[in-house]
């Protein structure tokens, strides 16, 4: 895969995608007639042209590597009769396996289950941030970056139930960045509620944590994650002082 010049910043990191596999993201989203396919093949798009660090699934979370790359997973979200959160990641000999991976092949496999093996019922995230946390436990915490990333286009119906897996995001030293997915230019209800109880989810300071995008924005906002000019960059990048002459 060519890895794209706008990742060439990138430090040591870990991410995974929390995706909103509820109802609402099958209908048209722009000019793409399912938003949640539309969401998952710029996801497709995105794990191309990341700098992935080789490693499979298989290492585990607690990696090989000191330094260098990234490795990604992938976890939906939904909830059955809109009053029980539930979540999926890709089963045992799937792609990743549900874990952390550098490694292409296996995460475009995660791409291609999640697609087939979508939601469609209400927007309850507690099940999903708790996969999430299970995903980076045991990601070394020396000189790597985790963060976790959030898309939803609804209002999320169980945000009081969230205390506990956030207090474990933090123990592991997870950046959340919360993104609302709109349908169209102008803001509607669905997408002011979203943003009402997706941005405290968000890690503090929420505001610098957060976007309100439409779907095509996605990609550039994805592909300036290492950016240190980037929305998200600054907070994603740590910059290392250079060694001084003499």
């Known amino acids: 895969a060519c890895v794209a010049i706008e990742f060439g910043e990138c430090p040591t990191l870990d991410v995974v995608v929390v995706l909103d596999g509820s109802g609402s993201m099958s209908a048209k989203f722009g000019g793409h007639p399912h938003g949640y396919d539309a969401l998952m093949e710029m996801m497709r798009e995105w794990v191309r042209v990341l700098p992935l660090n080789g490693e499979p699934a298989s290492v585990g979370a607690h990696s090989v590597k000191d330094n260098g790359g990234v490795r990604v997973g992938f976890v939906q979200f939904s909830g059955w009769n809109y009053w029980k959160s539930e979540a999926r990641k890709t089963p045992s000999g799937v792609g990743t396996g549900g874990r952390l991976s550098g490694v292409l092949a296996e995460l475009e496999a995660d791409v291609d ?7 469609g019922d209400g927007t309850m995230i507690e099940a999903g941030l708790n996969m999430a946390v299970d995903m980076f436990h045991g990601s070394p915490m020396d000189g790597r970056q985790r963060v976790l990333f959030i898309f939803t286009d609804g209002e999320i119906f169980d945000p009081n139930s969230l ?4 207090t474990e995001l933090d123990k592991e030293q997870v950046q959340v960045f919360g993104i609302v997915v709109r349908k169209a230019t102008q803001h509607t209800k669905a997408d002011l509620d979203a943003e009402k109880t997706l941005k405290p989810i968000t890690s503090d300071p929420h505001d610098d944590h957060f976007e309100n995008v439409m779907i095509d924005e996605i990609p550039g906002l994805m592909g300036a994650i290492c950016d240190p000019n980037g929305p998200w960059g600054h907070l994603i990048v740590k910059q290392t002082p250079k060694p001084t002459s003499g």
């Open 163 to 166: 205390a506990a897996a956030r």
């Open 113 to 119: 289950w999640h697609e087939d093996n979508y939601m």
